[in-house]
């Protein structure tokens, strides 16, 4: 987005009275003292400007009727039609009023046809933007993904209202919130947020005096931020905050915190029930999530916390040793606040039918715990009668798909060649990229690793060259010198392959003059012993991986992290632990939290985004595969 409109876009959400350069800084109620008024003079003025007042009359009748049945139109859902009549104006209504009710149609009609830009252009020409302005500019700045533009229209419109100090604090932190759930390099994210801040800060006496600098204050805004839902589990965010508050104890938020943050302090230690296969051809999986889940407990036991009376109570059940029914009885005999998995699918189901019908028949219906499935089954259906808080939580390949897709798009990238070794995993996950994505698309589709090359060549278009030459020599009846032709109109390969088949596809490549283009992979890729073959790859990889300076020492002194073959389900049950706090402190606070919901947090798995009943969205870290074969953390937009 050029910098010069959301320049223009920051003075019309601050109401600075900045105007277009194409304006004049008349104020409005002057310029429309024109013609219309009557005044001890017009009588000597002559028939001339009778005419003129009549003809100005009647253009305002005829842009008045033309602006109402462009208006019409357009609520209609006909955005061409309300275009089309819009164009019928020559130019902006004389009459003022006229103008700006010209200019927010426009700015409306061209939102609707897809064009953003031009919609914020043309707000820009309204002088003295009012209130009922601020939800076209906030809609208008989301689209385009400015991020300052949409932080400042959304603080600035409860701050119109006249609702300051704490609506101010819960609305930095609700759009703060909004913008960690969306694939962003923390550069730009940090960059813009803080410059938002800053601009609105300026806004409001009250915080004038909170800080020497603002843009300090602003930044710190992100820190508290990042400190709280990066922290892990809950009580590891109450100790976070309270570092963070005793550290910076001139800021705003510390001498009044945003709502979520006061209500940290309302945690209560949860009852868990875990229910994993601890038994059987999945022993090895239940143990690998155990292990987490336990660590993710221990480490919340690390911090000194004079003020923590007790910690969360964990029962574990084998849920290859009881049923449905029985595991829901047991845990409903134990009081559970939160209920974590199964993690088989049919089961996951099982359990949530059965809790969901002894819900149902309760009289206790106050105590609702929150359930974790370890799986996604389906759209989680409640009702008052049967209230659930459901909440479902899968290491699936799927997710790394689009966060591959979102860094995809974010480079500028829109023609892709994917590779698939046509598993069952990369079949799903090629199917989630291609929902999501937009630009063309070829496929370099292959099931064993030595038709590859091949593949890639069909891909690259050489199979297709090869077979034009073969026509053009028995159409001359002799033989012809030939050099294959490949495609020059990819941009990036997307793989969905293991890592002895990613090594197989850098000579394909290089065979095919296709070694330059970047290539894109899942966690499947670096899930091998030696990567200095696949130098520049971009992956898709667990927090725990990506970025290893974010995990505790002592987990990695225990652990084996990079060699352990089940370390996606040790991740899952560190974060499963995590989220049962979480889900825990959402189901006591949701009254008070109200819209503050939904949650991200930054954690091993992931980036977690939660909202009630429904599956958590997972994105994942983008690593490249440096020369000596480790994986290098990224911003998530570095090419």
């Known amino acids: 987005m050029p910098k010069h409109f959301l320049a223009v876009c920051l003075c019309i959400v601050a109401l600075s009275g900045c105007q277009s350069t194409n304006q004049s800084s008349i104020p409005a109620q002057e310029s429309n003292r024109t013609d219309t008024s009557r005044s001890t003079t017009d009588n000597k003025k002559g028939p001339d400007d009778a005419l003129r007042r009549s003809y100005a009359s009647i253009q305002d009748r005829n842009d008045r009727n033309l602006l109402q049945q462009a208006a019409t139109a357009l609520k209609a859902g006909d955005a061409s039609l309300a275009m089309a009549l819009l164009h019928t104006l020559a130019t902006p209504p004389a009459n003022a009023d006229l103008a700006g009710s010209y200019h927010r149609l426009l700015a409306s009609t061209k939102l609707r046809l897809g064009d953003a830009l031009g919609a914020g252009r043309a707000l820009t020409n309204i002088r003295g933007p009012q209130k009922q302005d601020l939800p076209l500019i906030q809609e208008i700045c989301a689209e385009l993904g400015a991020i300052s533009c949409f932080l400042e229209t959304k603080v600035m419109n409860q701050l119109l209202s006249g609702r300051y100090v704490q609506t101010f604090q ?22 813009e947020t803080a410059r938002s801040l800053s601009t609105v800060a300026k806004q409001i006496p009250h915080f004038q005096n909170s800080a020497e600098e603002i843009s300090n204050t602003s930044l710190l805004w992100l ?3 990042r400190t709280v839902t990066g922290a892990g589990s809950v009580p590891m965010a109450q100790n976070a905050w309270r570092n963070w508050q005793q550290n910076n104890t001139r800021h705003p938020a510390a001498q009044l915190p945003p709502t979520p943050v006061q209500r940290l302090e309302n945690y209560r230690p949860p009852k868990i029930s875990v229910m994993l296969p601890l038994s059987g051809r999945l022993t090895p999986v239940g143990n690998a999530i155990r292990n987490g889940f336990v660590t993710g407990y221990l480490e919340d036991l690390s911090p000194v916390e004079p003020k923590r009376t007790s910690a969360a109570e964990i029962t574990f059940f084998d849920s290859n040793q009881y049923d449905d029914l029985a595991l829901v009885t047991l845990s409903e005999e134990l ?8 993690l088989v699918k049919d089961r996951a189901l099982g359990v949530l039918n059965v809790l969901s019908d002894y819900r149902s028949n309760s009289t206790a219906a106050s105590h609702v715990p929150s359930v974790v499935l370890l799986n996604r089954v389906r759209s989680v259906e409640t009702s008052a009668a049967t209230p659930l808080n459901v909440y479902q939580f899968a290491a699936a390949i799927e997710d790394e798909a689009l966060t591959l897709a979102e860094n995809l798009k974010s480079l500028g990238h829109t023609r892709l060649m994917v590779v698939s070794n046509g598993e069952p995993w990369a079949e799903r996950a090629k199917q989630a990229l291609f929902a999501h994505w937009q630009g063309p698309i070829v496929e370099a589709n292959f099931q064993q690793t030595k038709d590859l090359t091949r593949a890639v060549g069909d891909a690259m278009g050489v199979s297709d060259s090869q077979q034009r030459r073969e026509q053009m020599a028995k159409l001359l009846d002799e033989e012809l010198e030939f050099l294959p032709r490949e495609r020059k109109d990819l941009e990036a390969i997307v793989a969905f392959i293991d890592g002895l088949q990613s090594k197989a596809l850098v000579p394909a490549l290089r065979f095919h003059f296709a070694d330059e283009l970047p290539v894109f992979a899942t966690s499947q890729t670096a899930r091998s012993q030696d990567l200095d073959e ?13 970025n290893p300076d974010t995990v505790a020492k002592s987990m990695t002194a225990t652990f084996d992290l990079k060699d352990n073959p089940l370390i996606e389900f040790f991740a899952l049950g560190l974060d499963a632990y995590r989220l049962a706090t979480w889900t825990h402190w959402l189901n006591e606070n949701s009254q008070a939290l109200g819209d503050q919901q939904p949650l991200t947090l930054s954690l091993a798995s992931g980036t977690l985004t939660l909202g009630q009943q429904g599956a958590i969205r997972r994105r994942l870290d983008i690593a490249v595969i440096d020369r000596r074969g480790a994986l290098r953390p990224t911003t998530g937009d570095s090419r």
């Open 170 to 191: 819960d609305q930095v932190w609700v759009a703060l919130q909004e913008n960690s759930s969306t694939p962003t390099s923390k550069t730009r994210l940090n960059l």
């Open 223 to 225: 820190d508290l931020y």
């Open 335 to 342: 009081r559970s606040d939160v209920i974590i998995g199964p």
């Open 534 to 546: 696949l130098a520049n790859f971009r992956i898709a990889e667990l927090p725990l991986l990506a």
